[in-house]
């Protein structure tokens, strides 16, 4: 398969909001669906379970909502209410149950109001422990791990072995370690590997099986290696702010063709939560448990009082050689908006130039944000920042 036709099969399962490949999946399979919401569930014990783990990150700029407006205020972001019409217009249908992870209280709230719609469908809000002691945080996370895999288990009529859960860790390792090696090549030649690429293989890693996932990965970054593209005058990049709601697939073009070469980023960040290797040597649970206490990344929705704020942020920057960061968060998102200037001031101290924007995932006019990156990154080709 060459780079077009994997590009071709991610762009379909990105623009299918009827989940076409979750439904064969189920036909071919007998097995049930588990969607969650953004930014990070321990899918590994979803798999283990028998169940597909479909992310739902809303409808983007391929749904009219009609409906969803009705159920949420004009002053919050935009991914509720597309998530809201999906589910009302029988567009979720799919899915025997849906997983809440703690983000903020728009989703908490979008739980609850699961739970009043969907009765007769499976709800779970996960309260992610923002206490990282072993002892507090670390059981009561344990606790959630072990809640959701008793109903996943109900629902698939699956009883989970230790070893069937040491399986699906070893698959969303080797997931993460591809993952890894695409982001470590695009930061090397991010000339060869057009971000926008990058991030529909992403989101296809939210539909498809894992182990098809990593395949799929896999012969892309064969076939990106033998691409013969000169690079251009561009600068380097960070994104930062677009860890839950996403940025329209143009949007993310429209940065690529102002001068920027995006090398690392937060979006679909669910897949690159979880940094090292999950523990597989030990009792499972305590190994997934271990890698959320310890190796799980920085992010607004994750609360963390012994590290410094923006440290993350900065010794990405410097890893990936990025010369500046672009502030891209979605219009009214709590978290991404409240953290930014801290990240900022952070930045400033270490003498990383930034610029920084608002969206909705339903945006469709991008010239200004485009004027606005190209400026940034000619003002760093002229005078190096800041």
Sequence with gaps: MGIDEIIKKCEHLYNDLDFGYVKA????TGGKAIGYMPVYIPQEIIHAAGALPVGIMGGGSNLEIIKGDAYFQSYICHIPRSTI??????KLDVMDGMIFPAICDVIRNLSGMWQMLFKNKYVKYLDLPQ?????????????????????????????VSPEDLKHSITLYNENRKAIKSLYDLRAEVPHKIPTSEVYLLL???????VTEHTALMAQYMTEVKKRDIKPQD???VAINGAFCEQPPLGLIKALESSGCYIVEDDWVLGVRYIQEPVATNKDPISGLVDAYLTKSVSTASKYEDKKEKGEYLINSVKETGAEGVIFCMPSFCDPALLERPMLAAALTKAGISYTSFKYAENTGQFRTFKEQTGTFADSIKLWGGV
């Design 25 to 28: 999946w189920k036909e071919k």
């Design 85 to 90: 019409e999906m589910g009302i217009s029988g």
């Design 131 to 159: 206490n990282f002691d072993p002892e507090i945080g670390g059981a009561f996370y344990r606790y959630e791990i072990e809640d959701i895999l008793s109903h996943v288990s109900q629902i698939t009529g699956k009883k």
């Design 203 to 209: 989101r296809a890693g939210n539909i498809l099986e």
């Design 234 to 236: 561009n600068i380097k």
